[in-house]
């Protein structure tokens, strides 16, 4: 009689993963085509970065080719020019945005320090030395603006999801079209619409407010659509079984469909936040940009990240441009914050608290 | 013999039922009456189905069925898939119209009235007509207790004791045992079974007269599909249950009476109904023979 405990011991392996020599012709390939990049430059009249990576990916991508050729055929060799491909092209796609980010931190952080989270600007300009005056009239501004638009287009999009998924009325189509629609329009044109359509005839002057409402116009079709995307993976066994309790259609929404989605809910509106935290346009047009806290939204201009980051610009001084990207830098992080948040609730398993 | 409609006949066998047919009593009439023509009168009690048509859009996808669920039986309906069985048991709670472009015909009569009359409150005949879904499927959102009384609170309904109607339903769902140490703990780390249990529990505590099940061990396995069927029996006694069911087997051994469905291409037809030993030893059409000693093509 054998036992578990004679059974030979066994490690666990990967006898599919790559080895040693499999690693090292890889790196190979890669040193040799970077060799073959510096060379032709040099001996060239190409120039730049530029000339540098396209050089590497074509010298990578016809060694490779002819190695797998020889060692194992041509249907080996085209999957593995394939898969170098892809991989270069992710590169490419990643390339602009680790280089955002690395710039924002060279160029921003000789622009951190305390004050700028503890004095606004109502006694500086922007050309004066750089630990002088702050952000915080930006910081609380841009909390604001965010916050009311989130009062504003969280209901409104969650419920439109809701009509979307659940009630699939009559115009379950058109809306679903508009909804699209809408997230392509173009910040400016959300501002121009408040705009025209309130600032003119009615206030005639900058507030809060009306930024805010720019911003939920922007906000509105994110948020619709992500909630629709999270509310269409609620299985629909779910939503019957409410009903065939004797619920109404409302309270089997509220009960069972909502409590399940809340997660994805709560990561539709964050997105919805990290989509108009940036936003420049509108702000400039409906709240200017005041150096001065101001609590209130419905009365006088009122600073924001974004009109600090453009009022730093403009003022063109080396002073002023280290402003700048500070507040650049202040703002990516927010923005980064929020985007790692919906993240992480968003992989929680649907349905799960 | 005949039968008390008032006393629990869930376990009368259908052996009986010739006899019973020449009876007067009511029950008589019922047993007799399993399969009705429309037009007949009224039972008045359980659930009658009279002259049940269903499409889908343009496909009709149930013909004609008219079927009797006598009070505190266990009707299991068998057939090939695509049949129409499911079709039919969700046309008996109106859950067949949570689906845009369904369309039935005919009448289904709860206690003599027809639930699909203008002004019915669609909500109450879900009350009294419960449904047990294919996959389990407790609200996630909620624990264990929460579940089970969740019809409740969907429902707006009072009760005086909640823990007593809790540990009610749950035993009598047959999971009070395994689960009275947890009960605000979240549904999901339940077994398949289990969480079938507690579906079942769920549907009980608004307290149906009849009680859809749709496959329900399906996704289950042996084990769980002999606590489900323990559950059934105990149930019956008090509920009337009609179970779909792709299991011969299961079929045979919880219920009183079985119809066979079957679709020839067009829409699913109920080809025979009678007690269950009948369909099962001495079926009278062939094709319901075919399919219940597996012959069928």
Known sequence: ?353 | MSIDPGSNSGNNQGDDMDTTAQTNSLAGIAASRVHVQPGTQALGVGLEARGVHAWFGEKHVLSNVSLDFWPGTVTALIGPSGCGKSTFIRTLNRMHEFIPTAAMAGEVLLNGEDIYAPGVDVTKIRLKVGMVFQKPNPFPSMTIAENVLAGLKLAQLKVENKDDLLEECLERAGLWAEVKDRLNTHGGALSGGQQQRLCIARALAVRPQVLLMDEPCSALDPGSTLRIEETISQLSSTVTIIIVTHNMQQAARVSDYTAFFLSDGGPGQMIEVGSTNEIFSRPKDKRTENYVTGRFG
């Open chain 1, 1 to 353: 009689m054998t036992t578990l405990a004679q059974a030979p011991i066994a490690k666990p392996q990967k006898p599919w993963a790559a080895t040693y020599k499999d690693r090292g012709k890889t790196a190979g390939i890669f040193v040799a085509s970077m060799a073959v990049s510096y060379a032709v430059v040099a001996a060239t009249p190409l120039k730049g970065k530029l000339a540098y990576a396209a050089i590497f990916f074509a010298t990578y991508i016809v060694i490779d080719f002819v190695i797998n050729f020889a060692k194992a055929g041509r249907p080996a060799a085209v999957d593995a020019v394939f898969r170098a491909f892809v991989t270069m092209m992710v590169a490419m796609a990643i390339t602009p945005i680790i280089s955002i980010l690395v710039t924002v931190w060279i160029r921003g952080h000789h622009g951190l320090h305390w004050t700028l989270f503890t004095k606004d600007m109502h006694s500086n300009a922007y050309t004066d030395a750089v630990p002088q005056g702050g952000l915080l009239h930006a910081i609380i501004g841009t909390f604001l603006l965010v916050l009311f638009a989130m009062i504003i287009s969280v209901p409104i999009g969650i419920l439109t999801a809701i009509y979307l998924t659940e009630i699939r009325g009559k115009f379950t189509r058109p809306i679903s079209f508009l909804v699209q629609a809408m997230s392509g329009v173009p910040s400016i044109v959300a501002g121009l619409f408040i705009y025209a359509a309130i600032l003119l005839p009615l206030t005639k002057k900058l507030n809060g407010f009306e930024g805010s409402l720019a911003l939920a116009i922007l906000m509105i079709p994110t948020v619709a659509r992500t909630s629709e995307e999270v509310l269409k993976l609620i299985p629909g066994d779910l939503r019957e079984a409410g009903v065939a309790l004797g619920g109404t259609q409302w309270r089997s929404v509220a009960m069972v469909v909502v409590p399940a989605a809340r997660s994805g809910l709560i990561t539709a509106m964050i997105l919805g936040v990290a989509r108009v935290a940036g936003e420049t346009a509108p702000l400039l047009l409906l709240t200017g940009g005041s150096g001065t806290k101001n609590f209130n939204m419905f009365n006088n201009s009122m600073g924001s990240l974004p009109s600090y980051i453009w009022q730093s610009f403009g003022a063109g001084t080396p002073e002023s441009i280290t402003r700048a990207w500070a507040g650049i830098l202040v703002l990516l992080v927010i923005v980064v914050v929020l985007f790692t948040a919906a993240r992480t609730l968003g992989n929680r398993k649907v349905g799960k608290k």
